[in-house]
């Protein structure tokens, strides 16, 4: 009933640019949290940046200044806009929702929702 869909994963080279998106359905997501995750095999699940309900963000420093997280609440979506890619951005990267009023955090276990996970190679 209450779905995340990313899309927009993709193999680009390093330096390129890339646009995720996560669709939302069953649910507004004007009402939460929302964070995006990324997990490279053998590696834990990191957290990346994440949006409150008011526009504000909270960046892993591995991506401050080349990700940029913003959110559409017309269209019941939010993005990850990802410049100057390095290989080691390379991961599954998901979107996920918590259920929160103020600020956000990057930590998994308080989110309640998250898609199913899109693949992004950056490789020459």
């Known amino acids: 009933q209450l779905q995340l869909v990313e899309s927009g994963g993709g193999l680009v080279q390093p330096g390129g640019s890339l646009r995720l998106s996560c669709a939302a359905s069953?649910?507004?997501?004007?009402?939460?949290?929302i964070g995006w995750f990324r997990q490279a095999p053998g590696k834990e699940r990191e957290g990346v940046s994440c949006?409150?309900?008011?526009?504000?963000?909270n960046d892993a420093a591995s991506v401050t200044g080349r990700f940029t997280i913003s959110r559409d609440n017309a269209k019941n979506t939010v993005y990850l806009q990802m410049n100057s890619l390095k290989p080691e951005d390379t991961a599954v990267y998901y979107c996920?929702?918590?259920?929160?009023?103020?600020?956000?955090?990057?930590?998994?276990?308080?989110?309640?929702?998250w898609g199913q996970g899109t693949q992004v190679t950056v490789s020459s």
């Open positions: 996920a929702a918590e259920r929160r009023w103020v600020g956000c955090r990057l930590i998994d276990s308080r989110y309640d929702y």
């Open positions: 069953g649910f507004d997501l004007d009402g939460y949290v």
């Open positions: 949006i409150t309900r008011s526009g504000g963000t």
